[in-house]
């Protein structure tokens, strides 16, 4: 699976949008681009994934870009309960690797 | 649905002590799987099954063992706990089908210390 990378931390003001990205510039044309969150040490909890074009759910919207190098995980309205660690994977098969992760902290 | 639940929730080990964590999913799932998360690092690979009977080793299976004879029930058992084996364990399931359903759920973990 291609590897992806992802800053270390971030903070994001609470009601704001928290714009998380993520670069994959390895990926392959089967490999999709998947984002889970894990909050305070509870088992991983899936948001979104995507191929090749832009997904919204009812937790965030996933842009990928053109050339699928890259993609931004976005939650529109940051609450505090959003602050968590949040990995980006590439994947084709039925096996997740996570990496690191980003650690999200909300703020007031 | 209760989901995937894992038993215990803590446990403490002496070196070369065996145990077997337990996880079992109410919602009829076909994949099954075992990470372990170290402080401060992303989850790791131990062992998955694509369905009863069938196992196969992930990325770090060196000490653990793992059976699948029912869907609902995936153990990972460890033989001689070592201190490199403090972690945290999380179990996981999915359902069968193509990878654009490669949405996992995940069990609340086991946190294990072995001194």
């Known amino acids: 699976d291609a590897k992806t990378t992802q800053p270390t931390s971030m903070d994001c003001a609470e009601g704001r949008a928290a714009n998380l990205p993520c670069n994959h510039s390895t990926i392959s044309g089967n490999e999709y681009v998947y984002w889970y969150r894990q909050i305070h040490s509870q088992g991983p909890q899936y948001i979104i994934h995507g191929l090749k074009n832009n997904e919204t759910n009812e937790m965030a919207s996933l842009i990928i870009t053109e050339d699928r190098k890259s993609s931004t995980l976005i939650l529109p309205h940051a609450t505090l309960r959003d602050t968590a660690v949040y990995y980006c994977?590439?994947?084709?098969?039925?096996?997740?690797?996570f990496g690191a992760g980003t650690t999200v902290t909300v703020r007031a | 649905n209760a989901g995937v639940t894992q038993t215990p929730k803590f446990r403490i080990l002496k070196i070369g002590q065996s145990m077997t964590l337990q996880c079992t999913q109410d919602?009829?799932?076909?994949?099954m799987y075992w990470y372990r998360q170290d402080p401060g690092m992303g989850l790791k690979l131990i062992y998955y099954s694509v369905g009863a009977g069938i196992t196969d080793k992930g990325e770090v299976p060196n000490g653990y063992n793992v059976s699948r004879s029912t869907t609902e029930d995936f153990p990972l058992r460890l033989e001689l706990a070592a201190p490199s084996q403090t972690s945290v364990y999380f179990c996981?399931?999915?359902?069968?089908?193509?990878?654009?359903?490669?949405?996992?759920?995940f069990g609340p973990g086991t946190r294990l210390t072995v001194l």
């Open positions: 994977i590439v994947s084709a098969d039925y096996k997740l690797s």
């Open positions: 996981a399931s999915r359902t069968q089908g193509a990878v654009i359903y490669n949405e996992q759920f």
């Open positions: 919602m009829n799932h076909n994949y």
